[in-house]
């Protein structure tokens, strides 16, 4: 008889898990390596996520055991490794398993650990030949798109070069409008800098990135994107639905000379007090 955790878990598993090599060792030849649990983790899969290099190694020198192995939720031992963030761990599961496995939420290895800030797995991810980078979950989003909404610069950097900027999720936001409507002035920077940038591109609910700047009170990245002449879209123009109560940005169309459209914006939480708006992203003298 074989004696379970109440959450299905052996003494097999529970050991992988924990990184005791010698009591897995032993029970190696009297268990079930595959066992699943409750939530369906095998102990390769509990023994990935705690960051067991060593027994992970073991595990893998078994020649029964089966590497990519879904739990309930359809994540596999690589994808709970990724976001543990173990070079070494991720590296002996990279040579044995299908990289682009998705979850239930659609999730790759690849956007567990850009969406946690993993950089070395990030990189190691991306020397993988058959990696697929731009590969959206239940959402729409890309493993760029999450990385950009949290600030994990380092992981961004990386990304971009192989990935679309312009990627839109099921609801049409960009990796640019999360991170502006976040506040990363960091990722902000680094996006505005890709050559194929479409900075007012706007949602399924008409906003862009500028919109939702504004809204969250970011004054940082409201300037950035003013800098690029970023136009104020419609919806932030015609309606302050968008807006919380103390980040109201008006914009306030004017012609000059030239009879070319010039936006004014004024917002004392936004950008403080000021005796003058600012005209085309730069204070007016």
């Known amino acids: 008889m074989v004696l379970e955790t109440e959450n299905g878990r052996t003494a ?98 690849l956007s567990w650990s850009a969406g946690t800030g993993r950089t070395k797995v990030v990189g190691q991810m991306l020397r993988c030949q058959t990696i697929e980078v731009d590969v959206p979950d239940s959402s729409g989003r890309t493993p760029l798109s999450f990385a950009a909404a949290d600030g994990h610069i380092s992981v961004v950097t990386q990304l971009l070069p192989r990935s679309n900027c312009n990627s839109m999720s099921n609801n049409g936001r960009t990796p640019l409008s999360w991170a502006s409507g976040n506040g990363q002035t960091t990722i902000v920077e680094c996006l505005l800098n890709d050559p194929g940038i479409q900075t007012s591109c706007a949602d399924f609910s008409g906003r862009t990135p500028l919109s939702w700047a504004a809204e969250k009170g970011h004054e940082a990245v409201l300037k950035q994107l003013l800098r690029r002449n970023t136009q104020p879209d419609g919806t932030l123009l015609g309606s302050h639905k968008w807006l919380h109560s103390g980040h109201q940005a008006v914009a306030r169309p004017r012609r000059n000379r030239g009879q070319c459209r010039r936006y004014y914006w004024s917002n004392t939480t936004l950008l403080g007090s000021r005796k003058r708006p600012l005209r085309n992203g730069t204070e007016a003298s």
Request: net charge positive; proline share 4%; charged share 15%.
């Open 12 to 109: 097999f598993s529970c050991a992988a898990g924990s990184g005791h090599t010698a009591i897995v060792e032993l029970l190696s030849t009297k268990s079930n390596i595959n066992s699943r649990s409750k939530n369906g983790r095998t102990p390769l899969s509990w023994a990935a996520g705690t960051g067991q290099a060593d027994i992970v190694g073991q595990l893998l020198a078994y020649q029964n055991i089966e590497v990519d192995v879904p739990d309930s939720s359809g994540r596999t031992p690589l994808s709970y490794a990724a976001v543990t963030g173990i070079a070494a761990v991720v590296g002996q599961l990279l040579r044995r398993s299908n990289i682009n496995t998705r979850g239930k939420n659609g999730w790759t290895p």
